[in-house]
RNA sequence: GCGCCCGUAGCUCAGUCGGAUAGAGCAUCAGAUUCCUAAUCUGGGGGCCACAGGUUCGAAUCCUGUCGGGCGCACCA
């Protein structure tokens, strides 16, 4: 079986991969190279298996700047005691120059120090790679497709909509940054009914504009002005041929020019918030190209397609079911409660048969799917995850496939919840809240809990320039730095790496928090967590504000020191790697680093 | 009735493929500060990680069950 693509506008810009390694990665490394000399020597059997050796920074900092596990996960197969074998293993760790030391703590941890050299040259590593810090091989070019907002095209985007875009939209652009070819694909239902009522609504917008007296919009209509342009447009275009005709000559013809209408405002409104996708691809377009009837006759063939009758729903009362037999996927076999039909019985296909076919296009072009829901799909998530299943494992390509569902966001005004009525057509836009509370905000503060858990989105809260708002605090920090080098530069200093020799303890700290965003973003990508990284750069500027604060009871502490050129332009040359890694960090989320507040 | 997600401090939430004494902000309490590196600072108290079992050197984390909340549950999208 063979799917071509349908309306694959563009392919995604290869992204470079940057396999920098980090101060992280080197240690992790050394100690691997301990435990192959241990086995060498003996002292472990030879290919003991590592899966679980874990080379972390450990969560109290007091335990020094980094630990390891690896004595307790391999004791037994060195046939001995944890301690006993950290002994052997911190031996081999203290004869590195870069270790500063390494103790055998607890039940046979080993917490290592190391060098401030080590940590001096990873400060200048930031200073080297610049925007190109934290970028892992980690993805190794495997390209993912992840398809997000996916709203249909029968109005402006409103907030339910957000989170997902968000969401979305910064996992594209971490794994990006992590080193996978990424697809920021966005898939247009034009195809169901919603469009024909879609279409009909504009046809009535368009004798509006030629005149006719329409009254209100009749139930089960979109009553939204938006639509008023449209049926302008489509009156100077099409003249009053269309006015008094019967649905069938108009309603395709209506449908095409109002689903492109809105689409041109959903992009719109996706813009507002940064968002762009490579691909717009269209249901009609892969029905009418023929895909949903070849993946049926395969699933057929392989027995996974058959015509069954639907049991009728548990737990439910429903007046008007009745038996019928229609087309159905052996969802079942895949570990879901029901075989699903894949067409409806006027012939049409269900939305779920569509989306199989869809799914098979997408898994053609990519290695691995993600699709970002709202979580009122919960219930469709299995279905689908079989259809993947039995699509590319049939197909001989197993394709990973994750399905991530975004909660709810409940706006509040002051505490008050806003209220919001889809009916009313007195939804929220998206739109509205960019106008009102700015790009940044919005992005940052959808980033700022897990997706999977409800959230609050408070419009007086979210404004406020205080420490308590996260987003302000991040750029605050990113300005400070900005503000401060400007500054410098005005009394005749400069950042400079020449004598990072005299950066001490409490500058060093700072180095290596910020040494762990190459770790936060390689964790963030493989568990698919953009809101790491949000919370990672509070902690970070967090850090550098404190520090910062202890400039106002000391003075030496502080950046610019008018008699010591040195040490102000080894103090500068730290600011100016924090703010990159900040901004490194922030271009991930796609939330502007500004210089001035 | 079934499925999915969630349950961590008074509140809002983090918590690294299982790791050491479970963290942050708000609120509260006690101090500092009115200088300019504006849009505060330092510290304290506060926990049965919903509950009960299990897995193992070790569980907030994995498994099972119970309770509580959200979302969904014929061919809609």
Sequence with gaps: MRFRAVRL??????????????????????????????????????????????????????????ATNAAM?????????????????????????????????????????LSDASWRAELAAIAALGADYGKSALGNGVTVNVEYVSANPTGPMHMGHCRGAVVGDALASLLEFAGHKVIREYYVNDAG????????????????????????????????????????????????????????????????????????????????????HDVFASEAALQAAGKPAEAEAWLRQHDLVYDGILEAPKGKTLDDWEPVELPLFRSTRFGDDQDRPIKKSDGKWTYFGADLAYHFQKAENADALIDIWGA????????????????????????????KLVQMVQLMRA????KMSKRSGSFVTLADVVEEVGKDVVRFTMLTRKPEAQMEFDFAKVVEASKDNPVFYVQYAHARIHSTLRKGAAEGF??????????????????????????????????????????????????FHAYWNMGNDNPGKRFIIADNPELSGARLFLASQIGQVIRNGLAILGVEAVEEM
């Design 494 to 543: 400069s950042p400079s790496d020449e004598h990072i020799g005299l950066l001490g303890a409490e500058e060093l700290d700072l180095v290596k928090q910020a040494a762990q965003f190459p770790r936060i973003v390689e964790a963030a990508a493989l568990a698919r967590e953009p809101h790491r990284l949000a919370f990672f750069l509070y902690e970070l500027a967090g850090a």
């Design 9 to 66: 506008t563009a392919l995604p810009m290869s992204t470079s991969t940057h396999p920098n390694r980090t101060i992280h990665a080197a240690f992790a490394e050394k100690v691997d190279a301990v435990l192959s000399a241990l086995e060498l020597e003996g002292a472990l059997p030879p290919g003991s298996p590592r899966g679980n050796v874990a080379v972390e920074p450990p969560r109290d900092a007091s335990h020094g700047d980094l």
């Design 415 to 418: 505490g008050e919840p806003v």
């Design 73 to 113: 996960v391999l004791a037994k197969q060195a046939r001995t005691n944890p301690r006993e074998l950290a002994a052997k293993i911190v031996e081999k760790l203290e004869a590195d120059p870069d270790v500063e030391s390494a103790e055998i703590a607890g039940p046979g941890f080993i917490n290592m120090r």
């Design 193 to 276: 009914s919603q469009v024909d009522t879609l279409a009909r609504s504009a046809h009535l917008r368009y004798r509006e504009a030629l005149g006719d007296t329409i009254g209100t919009i009749p139930e089960g209509l979109y009553p939204g002005d938006y639509l008023v342009p449209v049926g302008v447009a489509l009156a100077k275009e099409l003249g009053d041929r269309f006015k008094d005709v019967p649905e069938e000559e108009w309603l395709p013809i209506f449908r095409a020019h109002a689903v492109e209408a809105m689409l041109d405002l959903i992009r719109e409104d996706l813009a507002l918030l940064g968002i762009q």
């Design 376 to 403: 009122d799909h919960s219930g469709t998530v299995k279905r689908i995850k079989a259809a993947v299943a039995a699509l590319t494992e049939g197909a001989g390509r197993a394709i990973a496939f994750d399905v």
